[in-house]
């Protein structure tokens, strides 16, 4: 069984256009958090969601907003996207509050590109 | 501030050798330290964790780390390599005192030749 799944998995899109990624986890976990990849493969984190909670938001632009509609879900829109934006998308789950030592589980990625 | 640094982007290790990838952080405190694996077209698994308890600790599928405070460092080892560990490697740090917020370094992809 997955526990933390992303759709879709690829996503082509031009620039300017809004667009959604799913992520969902059947892990009970309470925390949910989401990670940019570039093409580099440097990782840095986005959101983060507790309870519903934004807890952690880092310097993303406001084109970006975090949506969860429950516990096991939590939503990356992109507004007007841009060239920038081509990147692997990863979505990931803690178990608690968000403590430093909770090991995250990802997602298997969402791969966008912005042409 | 928190961060690691990987030294090496690529490495590559006959199959049955020793693989060492390293990682050094930076941190005002004590850090918590993780290394994940990234298989390809694959999200990201934890291979082990030090939340300042052992310093020498073992993770899944062989692998250890070992911290070492004087050299600031938390390199990853397993003895002998298998082709199955091919993979991108990475070591992230978090702080005691902060919220969850996973600091990754730029990663280190692991080449096992036969």
């Known amino acids: 069984d997955t526990a933390v799944s992303q759709t879709p998995k690829y996503l082509v899109t031009q620039m300017g256009n809004d667009k959604s990624i799913k992520c969902e986890q059947n892990l009970g976990h309470d925390t949910m958090y989401w990670y940019k990849q570039d093409s580099k493969k440097f990782l840095k984190i986005m959101f983060s969601?507790?309870?519903?909670?934004?807890?952690i938001n880092e310097t993303v632009p406001n084109r970006f907003s975090p949506k969860s509609p429950d516990k096991a879900h939590l939503n990356l829109h992109i507004n007007s996207l841009e060239l920038g934006d081509s990147a692997v998308y990863f979505c990931?789950?803690?178990?608690?509050?968000?403590?430093?030592?909770?090991?995250?589980?990802f997602g298997p990625g969402t791969r966008l590109t912005v042409l | 501030a928190q961060s690691v640094t990987q030294l090496g982007s690529h490495v590559s290790v006959s199959e049955g050798a020793l693989v060492l990838l390293r990682c050094n952080y930076s941190?005002?405190?004590?850090?918590?330290l993780f290394w994940y694996v990234q298989y390809p077209n694959q999200g990201l698994q934890l291979l082990l964790k030090?939340?300042?308890?052992?310093?020498l600790v073992k993770g899944i599928n062989g692998f250890e780390a070992e911290f070492k405070k004087s050299e600031t460092s938390f390199h990853l080892t397993k003895p002998s390599a298998h082709m199955s560990d091919a993979a991108e490697y990475f070591c992230?740090?978090?702080?005691?005192?902060?919220?969850?917020?996973?600091?990754f370094g730029t990663g280190t992809r692991l080449t096992v030749i036969p």
């Open positions: 941190s005002s405190v004590p850090p918590y």
């Open positions: 969601y507790n309870n519903k909670e934004l807890i």
């Open positions: 992230a740090v978090t702080s005691p005192f902060g919220a969850n917020n996973l600091f």
């Open positions: 030090y939340t300042s308890a052992a310093t």
């Open positions: 990931a789950s803690s178990q608690g509050a968000g403590a430093a030592t909770d090991t995250q589980y």
